[in-house]
């Protein structure tokens, strides 16, 4: 069947660490991945895009890994903040099919100053 | 630019009873779509529209109607509100995701719908 999955409901770190997040899939073929960070009551807000033929993609203190062999993406938070602390969703962008993107759960992030 | 609109906010209904939620972007984005967000399933989508005219369902669309008359809006029936409608509600535009043309999506704030 298929599964999109991130590692963990919830991540502790310390400030100033690097946060990272795993997502996993399971019998998809997607040609993108996005990640987007989601407060409390808010909507999911985008943040990075990487393709199916990139390895890594960084914006400011962001970076993203795409290992297609791996099925995995892995969102790295450098110098984290407490202003860090948000909910991240991975999502599969599909090439096809009824539901073109199909998000993960998430992860709560909570960064503790 | 307003970005994606929701009404309501909050929503209380009884069983059986019918509402619109109602969504517009002011983006000129072809693609819209309709979420709902419950604890531990994250978001599943209901369905989705590549514009005017155009709609089609998600992967949990029974009991819910859509239409698309024109690009800006997107309004969701529930037909016969049950209490497994309890949700928090998404719309989500974008410029397209045709094959896989991976553009960000820019969701509204959400309505949060109980049924009683």
């Known amino acids: 069947s298929q599964k999109i999955e991130q590692n963990s409901e919830a991540l502790n770190i310390q400030e100033g660490k690097t946060a990272t997040l795993t997502c996993n899939y399971t019998?998809?073929?997607?040609?993108?991945l996005q990640w987007y960070r989601q407060d409390p009551g808010r909507g999911p807000v985008f943040l990075l895009l990487?393709?199916?033929?990139?390895k890594e993609k960084r914006k400011e203190r962001l970076k993203v890994t795409f290992d297609t062999t791996l099925k995995q993406s892995l969102f790295h938070i450098t110098a984290s903040q407490p202003a860090d602390s948000a909910t991240y969703l991975c999502?599969?962008?599909?090439?096809?099919?009824?539901?073109?993107?199909?998000f993960g759960k998430g992860t709560r992030l909570s960064v503790i100053a | 630019n307003a970005g994606v609109t929701q009404t309501p906010k909050f929503q209380v209904l009884k069983t059986g009873q019918s509402m619109t939620l109602q969504c517009a972007q002011d983006?000129?984005?072809?693609?819209m779509s309709w979420y709902r967000q419950d604890p531990g399933m994250g978001l599943r989508l209901i369905h989705y529209?590549?514009?005017?005219?155009?709609?089609d369902q998600g992967e949990v669309p029974n009991g819910y109607n859509v239409s698309r008359s024109t690009t800006e809006d997107f309004p969701l029936r529930l037909l016969s509100a049950a209490p497994s409608q309890t949700s928090v509600y998404f719309c989500?535009?974008?410029?397209?995701?045709?094959?896989?043309?991976?553009?960000?999506?820019?969701f509204g704030p959400g309505t949060r719908l109980t049924v009683l």
């Open positions: 529209s590549v514009g005017a005219g155009i709609t």
């Open positions: 989500a535009s974008s410029y397209g995701l045709e094959g896989g043309s991976g553009n960000e999506q820019f």
């Open positions: 990487i393709r199916e033929n990139e």
């Open positions: 983006m000129n984005h072809e693609y």
């Open positions: 019998n998809y073929s997607p040609a993108y």
């Open positions: 999502a599969l962008v599909l090439w096809s099919g009824n539901t073109p993107l199909v």
